[in-house]
């Protein structure tokens, strides 16, 4: 018995816009209190903490998480799992700076795991824009969605 012979095909969703409509600013106080929590000051030269790749392109991609599983046809209460995120930079993140994201779901794969029985592996990429266009970062991440009801 193969993984894939057995097991019912993943929804079709690669292609699916992530593109998002919200703008995502990074306010001094709150990269300040982000970067004291992790025990370090934040930068004097207005820069970012680096961890806001992750918040920015989150918050305002064009789908909440719930969203996401929704189009995966997955419960977000089945309790999504990132799997990775990796990220590329083009130019630092900074502070009192807006941002848009835009981005798709490059691919759903659905397949068998010993310690998860069958889950599908999304994998999904997003990029980071200033308000005029110009690329500061791409991410790609990877989440595990646990299919319970396939086990």
């Known amino acids: 018995m193969t993984d894939t012979d057995t097991l019912p095909p993943a929804p079709d969703v690669a292609g699916t816009s992530l593109d998002g409509t919200r703008v995502f600013t990074i306010s001094a106080e709150e990269n300040a209190a982000l970067c004291r929590s992790t025990g370090v000051e934040p930068a ?3 820069s970012a903490h680096p961890i806001y790749y992750y918040i920015a392109t989150q918050v305002a991609m064009g789908k909440t998480v719930a969203g996401v599983c929704d189009t995966c046809e997955f419960d977000v209460e089945e309790g999504p799992m990132m799997g990775s995120s990796g990220v590329r930079f083009d130019a630092p993140l900074k502070v009192s700076e807006s941002y848009k994201v835009t981005g798709e779901i490059l691919s759903l794969v659905r397949k068998r795991s010993r310690k998860l ?5 999304l994998t999904y990429r997003l990029r980071l824009h200033t308000l005029d266009g110009a690329k500061v970062l791409e991410t790609d ?10 086990a």
């Open 117 to 121: 029985g069958v889950m599908d592996v």
């Open 141 to 150: 991440n990877v989440w595990v969605l646990p299919r319970k009801e396939l």
């Open 44 to 46: 004097a030269d207005g």
